[in-house]
């Protein structure tokens, strides 16, 4: 950890100003920014640990609990909601055995809800990390899980 | 509604025509006196793209007026709007062109730096966007123009496509609005004058520069000049993103894109108004009627205007900044307030204090956001009311 942050450091600065990349860089590695991180990086760039806290916890996307290896993140607008969103939902609670919120056993998948992914004319659609998938239906989203299963953790 | 005469729906192809020489729209605009760009893009008569419709030309002539050692161009390609997602198309399809806009914002204003700030969602774009700013700065270094453009990224914060609250985010901070005034074009990134544009308006600004403001001019009505590009979703069989003269009714657009069953259609998306079948022929979409930063989402006979409701307030709640109360508390009741009708644990004259809320919401949430809530909550509740409550 202290090393990935002390690189992200050295790649974006040390001001106020390159918080956010460092803290993105550090959700796109871990999936998460822990609070232990959010201390290393105030140590890092000689801000106090408040501040720190402060911008990681106002972004949906800068998750501070742990997570999955894949986070997915399913589009809850209502134009994906009239596609079918629900079905999709469903098929992926299936799929993974867990509920919106959860993450599964192994740590592969966390399942959430975000708001609207800019994809209304081809809903229902969804994140995975930073991929985006689109006019999902059961079938297309059961092989896009079999793919990620292949994958190691 | 001011009694004026809609215009005949229409296409246009300026953002995505492809023979635009860019390079040479570049080099003839640097060519000419900065005062004659900013009266150029002010004689067009651009209103700004992203929804709020600011004149592009008073923003740009405000900060080049300004008296400052740094001055930056951001553009706003944070489009977060339920509904939206015209400007990513335009940056994966046009990208040289809303580069030029900034490039030519720059060198009217002063700034040589200037930043895209691209919203989280649209992080897998990050790659092709950043090689596509490297080669455009080699074009800039071809033109003599110290111009660079760095690209930021956003990290699923809807309120960070409020202008202020965008700046705090690239500063490193919580993205939560600043007071106002000062505006940005005095007190913007790093507290310098800044021009903060929507994707949209920067392209339009170059092709102003094309093609002149006579063109555009031509285009649209009194208040609303040019054309604009909507993205359209919900029950049509033709959603997509489309390029369309503005001033036409509602009822036209309808016939072109509804499926013969439209019974409402949402104009500007969450923050926006829902405009019921009974006023299609008298709703001009524009800055005169219904403004719309884009989204244009369709709803049929079939569909529950309480759950597209409930979706919008609870993506407000979600959204919500927390920073100043009305805003913060206002979602959270509103939200209670309607599931609390529709069981029937409150009386439907209780939907009137509800009303009455996003009205208190309008005059004192700091920013747009809160202060927009209003639009829909009152539009859709006023429209159908008989479907909030059974």
Known sequence: MKELIKDLADQHGRTRESLLPILQGIVKKERRVSEEA?????????????????TATFYSFLDTQPRGKYVIRLCRTITCDMKGKKEILDTLKQL???????????????????????????????????????????DKVSEIIDEYMKNEI | MPDIKSKKLKR?????????????VLKKTLNRSRDEVVQEILDSGLRG??????????????????????????????????????????????????????AVCGYV?????????????????KEDIQKQIDHFHKTLDDLGLDFRIKLLLGSGAYICGEESALFESMEGKRGEPRNKPPYPTQNGFRGKPTVINNVESLVYSLMICDLGAQKFQELGTADSRGSKVFSISGDTPI????????????????????????????????????????????????????????????????????????????????????????????????????????????????????????????????????????NSFSSIVDNFKEEMIY
């Open chain 2, 109 to 125: 204003i002063g700034a040589k730096e200037g930043y895209v700030y691209l919203r989280g969602e649209y992080e897998f774009l």
């Open chain 1, 38 to 54: 959010m201390s290393e990086v105030a140590r890092e760039l000689d801000m106090s640990a408040a501040l720190v806290y402060g």
């Open chain 1, 96 to 138: 993974l055995k867990i509920n919106l919120g959860e993450t599964t056993k192994d740590n592969r998948f966390s399942l959430l809800e975000t708001n609207c992914l800019g994809w209304c004319h081809k809903g229902p659609a969804m994140l995975i990390n930073e991929e985006a998938y689109t006019e999902l239906t059961p």
């Open chain 2, 12 to 24: 246009v192809d300026l953002i995505f025509a492809e023979d635009c020489n860019y390079k040479e």
């Open chain 2, 239 to 374: 959603s997509g993103i489309y390029e369309l003269e503005l001033g036409m009714s509602l009822a036209e657009f309808v016939e072109e894109f509804g499926d013969g069953d439209t019974k409402a259609v949402q104009v500007g998306g969450a923050a926006g108004f829902c405009v019921p079948r009974k006023k299609f022929n008298d709703t001009i979409i524009g800055f005169e009627g219904v403004p719309t930063g884009g989204s244009m989402m369709l709803f049929n006979s079939s569909r529950s205007m309480y759950n597209v409701l409930k979706n919008y307030v609870e993506f407000f709640r979600e959204e919500s900044c927390g920073q100043c109360t009305p805003c913060r508390v206002g979602c959270q009741q509103l939200l209670k307030g309607i599931e609390a009708v529709k069981r029937g644990d409150q009386p439907t004259t209780y939907l009137q204090t509800l009303l009455k809320l996003t009205e208190v919401m309008k005059v004192t949430a700091k920013c747009g956001l809160g202060q927009s809530v209003a």
């Open chain 2, 49 to 102: 793209r992203g929804g709020a419709g600011f004149p592009t030309g008073l923003k740009w002539k405000f900060t080049a007026q300004e008296e400052s050692d740094e001055k930056f161009v951001v553009c706003n390609a944070d489009e977060g709007e339920p509904g939206t997602f015209k400007d990513r198309e335009i940056l994966l399809k046009v990208p040289f062109k809303v580069f030029g806009g900034m």
